[in-house]
């Protein structure tokens, strides 16, 4: 490669500051130091946890960044000591790496990597050691990808390399939204054969959980939001009923009790907000209801009374559906290259990375699943 050990000048959205329109500017990537890789990021997805950054979030010391952190790409070259990647394999950048020397990392009981961006400034969602300037100023790497870019670097711990032949207009969607919903449902729910499950929140994530509960055989999927234009969407990965809290002048879990016979035994919240993920915790069953969180948010504290876990229901939460990034990433393209996981019924927009305050629009204003942005050239 002619770029090969040359800083890079390319393309980029910038978030300057929160709450205002991304700028398309000019930007330098470093070349990537050892153990490091450098992307060309051909495909990203826009996730509610960039919007998350930008507009809830708003921590100052965030920003600038590049956001974007469901992308996949081509490594254009690598520094010193990579071993295991080559120019020209097609990669997906993670948020959650798997260094598979540390103490989480051998546990398979977790997937939180102690070398990954979620151990460290964890509030401010960006890496403060960047391969990013633009204009003189150092900009933040989010989630420690930034697809909102032509070129990233990543560290090798947190790159899976994918089949040659994933189609990555697709299968970036694998590098968080859809990973993360199905996962929860699989890995961290353990949703069993059966079982009557409840989603809340039907975005990229929840229809993924929707997907990974009847991949894991659940009888009765009752999916809910508040918008119902989501529901067609749902009925495709395997929702059976679907339930519309404004329809309903009581609480929500009541009417799911109603529906179930005292409760789910499973319940997801992939919305981000404290208020339903109480909703989905005493929307379970008592004595085994497992309820699961999924949405982001560290703005608010939650409630839910003692009893309803002294009476035997489980209130857990997943980072990335609890795969172990590395290994997980590669065999999810695989399934999907298998029609086993279905990733083409998410992308409801194909834009360009120059459009990506519209694709932020769609997404703020409920119209799209899954919005796929296409950046630099194959
Ligand atoms: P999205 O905005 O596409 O979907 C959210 C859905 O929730 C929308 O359909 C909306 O109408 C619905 N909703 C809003 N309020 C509701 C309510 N009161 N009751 C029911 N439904 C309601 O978002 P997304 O990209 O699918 O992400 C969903 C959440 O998952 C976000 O909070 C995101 O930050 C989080 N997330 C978490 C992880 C993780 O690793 N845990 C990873 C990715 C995303
Ligand atoms: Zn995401």
Redesign the pocket.
Known sequence: MATAGKVIKCRAAVAWEPSKPLVMEEIEVAPPQAHEIRIKIVATGV???DL?HLFEGKHKDGFPCVLGHEGAGIVESVGSEVTKFNPGDKVIPLFISQCGQCRFCKSPKTNLCEKGWASERYDVMSESDTRFTCKGKKVLQFMGTSTFSEYTVVNEIAVAKIHPSAPLDKVCLLG??VA?GYGAALNTAKVEPGSTCAV???????LAAVMGCKNAGAKRIIA????PT?YEKAKVFGATEFVN?KDHNKPISQVLHEMTNGGVDFSLE????VA?MRSALESCVKGWGVSVL????DMDDFAARPIQLIAGRTWKG???GGFKSKDGVPKLVNEYLEKKVKLDEFVTHNMTLAQVNDAIQL?KT?DCIRSVLSVALQ
């Open positions: 996730c509610h946890t998350y968080c939204g993360t809340f929140g039907l975005g990229a994530v929840g809910i939001d508040i918008n989501k809290p992939c919305v981000g907000s339903v999924v949405g982001w948010t997943s980072l990335f997404m409920g």
